[in-house]
């Protein structure tokens, strides 16, 4: 893997306009900013020569913001774990806690004007800046009730804030990447200087429509940005047992591709402000690969023992917790105090906890919601009035 033991850099501002096309991108230099020096071996290139930053600056307000949105992150999933466990929730549910640096990196550099979709490890999504999404709606979408962000409709991994320009996750492996190219080919199509941002795990990088959506991408110039997550295992198999070539920032062949290490989430940072240039001044897609690992199971039924050990499981946690980096971060620089630090994490957990209980309180969905957002337009249907007159 890539040196894991890397400094964290910044998150640059990104700020956006609602109404100018094409879109304008202003990364903004603050006073009082640090400057940190950025390991030697935290990428690796694939058909490139461009040299990434070695050096990257922050303020004290981007890394407690940093800090408090993958904490969040972090507290939302252990949260569904517990409920599922409960059995307040249904369905499948994946989790994404290890992950959190991914999510908080690359949407550092990206605006709601961007677009993004995903697989179904979702929920931290919704919960960035950068998405706008509330913890209440996260919590109340899983428990099926109507102020979930799809009306309690969609469930673990069908999440979806369109003001944002997040189309969710999906439930069928790799499905999501045809997708988010036909969201790239909209942006160039529309010469609106947005980008596409598809994630997808290494599980999904062996899927036929990934590399149909390669080429096209490719032949067509779109501004589209694939982020394969490699956390080492698909499902229960280990990386080399189900591909020819772990090395998945090549297997766009053609494309370029970079490698980032997952657990400096300011690295990410840089890696995606690159990216962001690259397909909009090149004029090409470009592939991402970053090294990462998930505390749970593939899902909640796994218990993601049986193909590792506890003991690997915890000496990841212990040695390359992305959080954890960016807590030595703080520290070393003097940015927050111990004191201070364990504040944000105390009120991280009860805004958690007042979102879970706001959530429980909501109403469920009636009957008639059933026929609902089916169609773009309102049509009669003889069994909504059947619903309507029901009574349970």
């Not at 893997?1 to 879109?23: D, E, F, G, Q, V």
């Not at 507290?75 to 774990?81: F, K, N, S, V």
């Not at 409960?86 to 640096?101: K, M, N, P, V």
């Not at 429980?360 to 909504?384: D, G, T």
Request: proline share 4%.
């Amino acid at each position: 893997m890539l040196a894991l033991k890397s400094s964290l850099a910044h998150r640059a501002r990104c700020t956006y306009s609602n109404k100018k096309s094409p879109l304008v991108r202003n990364y903004s230099k603050q006073a009082g900013q640090i400057k940190v020096e950025l390991p030697k071996d935290y990428y690796k290139l694939h058909r490139l020569t461009d040299e990434l930053p070695k050096w990257s600056v922050v303020t004290r307000e981007e890394l407690l913001d940093y800090y408090k949105e993958m904490n969040a992150m972090r507290r939302l999933e252990y949260a569904l774990d517990a409920m599922y466990k409960r059995r307040q929730i249904q369905g499948f549910l994946h989790l994404y806690d290890g992950q959190e640096a991914i999510i908080s990196g690359f949407d550092s550099v990206l605006t709601p004007e961007d677009s993004v979709i995903t697989a179904y490890r979702d929920h931290p999504f919704m919960i960035t800046r950068r998405c706008g999404g509330t913890l209440k709606e996260v919590f109340a979408e899983l428990m099926g009730r109507t102020s979930g962000c799809s009306r309690g409709k969609g469930g673990s991994m069908h999440l979806y804030k369109a003001k944002s320009n997040f189309y969710g996750g999906n439930g069928i492996v790799g499905a999501q990447v045809p997708l988010g190219t036909g969201l790239a080919f909209a942006n160039k199509y529309k010469k609106n200087g947005r980008v596409a941002m598809i994630y997808m795990g290494d599980g999904a990088a062996n899927q036929g429509q990934v590399y149909e959506s390669f080429n096209m991408a490719y032949l067509w110039r779109l501004p589209a940005i694939y982020v394969v997550e490699n956390n080492l295992y698909g499902m229960g198999t280990p990386v080399p047992l189900a591909s020819a070539t772990s090395h998945f920032y090549t297997r766009g062949d053609y494309m370029s591709g970079i490698l980032v290490d997952g657990t400096s989430v300011l690295s990410i940072r840089e890696v995606g402000k690159f990216a962001i240039n690259y397909v909009n001044t090149k004029k090409r897609p470009l592939l991402i690969e970053v090294e990462t690992y998930r505390y749970h199971g593939h899902s909640i039924s796994d218990p993601g023992t049986s193909y590792r050990t506890r003991m690997e499981v915890q000496e990841y946690k212990e040695k390359f917790d992305c959080i954890h980096h960016l807590k030595s971060i703080i520290i070393n620089h003097k940015v927050a105090t111990e004191e201070e630090i364990s504040a944000i994490e105390d009120q991280v957990g009860r805004d958690v906890k007042a979102a879970q209980e706001e959530a429980a309180n909501s109403p469920e969905p009636q009957p008639v919601e059933l026929f609902e957002h089916v169609y773009a337009e309102k049509v009669p249907i003889r069994a909504v009035e059947r619903c309507e007159s029901y009574k349970p």
